[in-house]
Nanobody, 121 residues
Framework: QVQLVESGGGLVQPGGSLRLSCAAS????????MGWFRQAPGKERECVAV????????YHADSVKGRFTISRDNAKNTVYLQMNSLKPEDTAVYYC??????????????WGQGTQVTVSS
């Protein structure tokens, strides 16, 4: 079992930055790939970024490439999403998830409760 708790969301102006954190419980964190997903109202949940269990491989969606960076610290059981140059279209609830290295929601067995990110002036 892995329990995930996200933090770091909030209201930010366009062009601003936020760093999301996802703290995991349990001693098996380093076995799992970790993903960040987001879901805007009326839209499907989409993959934003993924990091492999070791941290050596990453994936970023085209919509966030060059602006967002996923990373992890296995010693701290934490995964991060650094978000720069935020746009209004980045507004969504952001979820972290633990599972297999994939962009598919079905590959992730464990999910956090989500944190709201709102980009607005």
């Amino acid at each position: 079992q892995v329990q995930l708790v996200e933090s770091g969301g909030g209201l930010v102006q366009p062009g601003g930055s936020l760093r999301l954190s996802c703290a995991a419980s349990g001693r098996t964190f380093s076995r799992y790939a970790m993903g960040w997903f987001r879901q805007a109202p009326g839209k499907e949940r989409e993959c934003v970024a993924v990091v492999s269990s070791s941290g050596y491989m990453t994936y970023h969606a085209d919509s966030v490439k060059g602006r967002f960076t996923i990373s992890r610290d296995n010693a701290k059981n934490t995964v991060y999403l650094q978000m720069n140059s935020l746009k209004p279209e980045d507004t969504a609830v952001y979820y972290c998830a633990a599972g297999d290295y994939s962009t598919s929601t079905g590959s992730y067995a464990y999910w956090g409760q989500g944190t709201q990110v709102t980009v607005s002036s």
